[in-house]
């Protein structure tokens, strides 16, 4: 996901999430890039104290500052805001857990 940000909204976007969770004491590192053959973009946003928060925590947050940075016309093009833990997003090879396979029920 590490592609250079050129459109002004969504650059606004991303340092806006960053710099936000950052005075919440949340470091992140946030990233975004076109959803291919749309023109809608997709954010990812990573940082391990995102730990803390339960994902419907974690949406708020950010949806809380993009609303504040960008207009309603320019979220319709935000096809989803990712917000994972490194691990969750698979950037700690090995500290993943591993899910175990449930069998089906037998009948």
Do not use: F, H
């Not at 023109?39 to 940082?47: A, D, E, I, S």
């Not at 994972?84 to 029920?105: F, H, S, V």
């Amino acid at each position: 996901m590490a592609q250079k940000i050129t459109i002004k909204w969504l650059t606004r976007l991303c340092k806006a999430i960053k710099d936000g969770l950052s005075d919440a004491d949340i470091p992140v590192s946030v990233a975004a890039e076109p959803v291919k053959g749309t023109r809608l973009y997709r954010v990812l946003v990573v940082g391990e104290k995102l730990s803390a928060l339960r994902p419907s925590e974690r949406q708020n947050l950010v949806w809380r500052i993009a609303e504040q940075v960008v207009t309603p016309e320019e979220q319709l093009r935000i096809s989803m805001i990712m917000t994972l833990t490194p691990e969750e997003a698979g950037l700690e090879p090995g500290k993943a857990k591993k899910r175990k396979r449930r069998r089906p029920a037998r009948l």
